[in-house]
């Protein structure tokens, strides 16, 4: 089997011959670097600007939800303002339907008065005239008979009554003075 390539493996490979620089392991020379980039972090003052950039982020956003605090309460306040005026508006419209509808109920009430007092004036004018038409028809009547008697009077005083008849009736009188 002289032909059989060779296989290699990582196992086979000493520890001596891994990458280093200086000297350092791997692992060593990734622990230095972090170091070092913190260090200039913290000499750029990265962590300051980190802070005060989240800082001014939770500022900004606690003014949002200060403002969102008062929008709500303001538009809190305008529902129960409106919620208000509509219970007054609707407690309004009741007052007035109530209201017109008293008003029409006097306007009937008053209009079957006049009417009712209406027709009794009528009447009472009526009766009245008919009163009127009877009292002037028995003047009539009593007129009409008193003419009635007058003649017929004249008449029997001129057939039965004479001088002898008119010496005698004075005669009374005188006496019954």
């Given at each position: 089997m002289s032909n059989a390539p060779e296989v290699f493996t990582t196992t086979d490979i000493p520890e001596s011959l891994g990458p280093s620089l200086w000297g350092l392991e791997p692992y060593q020379i990734?622990?230095?670097?972090?170091v070092v980039l913190i260090a200039i972090f913290v000499w750029k003052k990265v962590p300051g600007m980190i802070t005060g950039g989240l800082d001014a982020k939770i500022a900004s956003i606690r003014e949002q939800l200060d403002e969102a605090k008062k929008?709500?309460?303001?538009?809190?306040?305008?529902r129960d303002e409106y919620s208000t005026k509509i219970a007054?508006?609707?407690?309004d419209a009741e007052a007035m339907i109530e209201n017109a509808r008293h008003e029409a109920?006097?306007?009937?009430?008053?209009a079957e008065a006049d009417s009712k007092a209406l027709i009794e004036r009528r009447k009472r004018m009526?009766?009245?005239?008919i009163a009127a038409a009877e009292r002037d028809a028995?003047?009539?009547?009593?007129?009409?008979?008193?003419?009635?008697?007058?003649t017929a009077s004249r008449k029997l005083i001129a057939e039965k009554h004479d001088a002898s008849a008119d010496i005698s009736l004075t005669d009374k009188v005188i006496a019954g003075i």
């Open positions: 990734v622990s230095i670097s972090m929008l709500r309460a303001e538009a809190e306040a305008l007054n508006a609707e407690k109920e006097a306007l009937v009430e008053k009526a009766e009245d005239k028995i003047d009539e009547v009593r007129a009409t008979a008193a003419r009635a008697a007058a």
